[in-house]
């Protein structure tokens, strides 16, 4: 986890098969940014206790967003949050279904400038209509 910023910011906690994955978007997201302290924000694997424990410990109170690798770690996610009360997550918890790498970059990013959560997700989820390539300039088949 980064250390806390001076004010509240949306927590967020990439989950990945890849504990390593998680980690190497989390400090390829933070690297890219230039402006603002980053967010609180953890990588882990998929296993329901580190992604609560890691829940927990970035939540500063605003809000936590989810990302995640895979389509089997998303339905895994999505059944961990209708347990969320059961589970004691902090609350409001959002999954964002957008790519891992592609969305971590701007949900870190918005988090850091004290977006709310709604904002964080959007821009995560934002990151399906990015392209690439210019449409003109596609690679060969």
Do not use: W
């Amino acid at each position: 986890m980064l250390p806390p910023a001076e004010y509240d910011r949306v927590g967020i906690v990439l989950v990945s098969r890849s504990r390593a994955l998680a980690q190497a978007t989390l400090h390829l997201a933070v690297g890219l940014l230039t402006g603002p302290a980053p967010a609180p924000v953890a990588a882990v694997g998929r296993d329901a206790e580190g992604v609560v424990a890691a829940a927990r410990q970035v939540d500063e109170g605003v809000g936590v967003a989810l990302l995640c690798d895979l389509d089997e770690t998303a339905h895994e996610l999505v059944a961990l949050l209708e347990r969320a009360e059961e589970l004691a997550l902090p609350f409001p918890i959002r999954f964002c279904d957008a790519p891992l790498v592609e969305g971590a970059v701007p949900a870190i990013a918005t988090a850091a400038a004290g977006g709310d959560l709604a904002a964080v997700v959007e821009a995560a989820e934002d990151a399906y209509r990015v392209r690439k390539t210019d449409n003109h300039h596609r690679p060969p088949v």
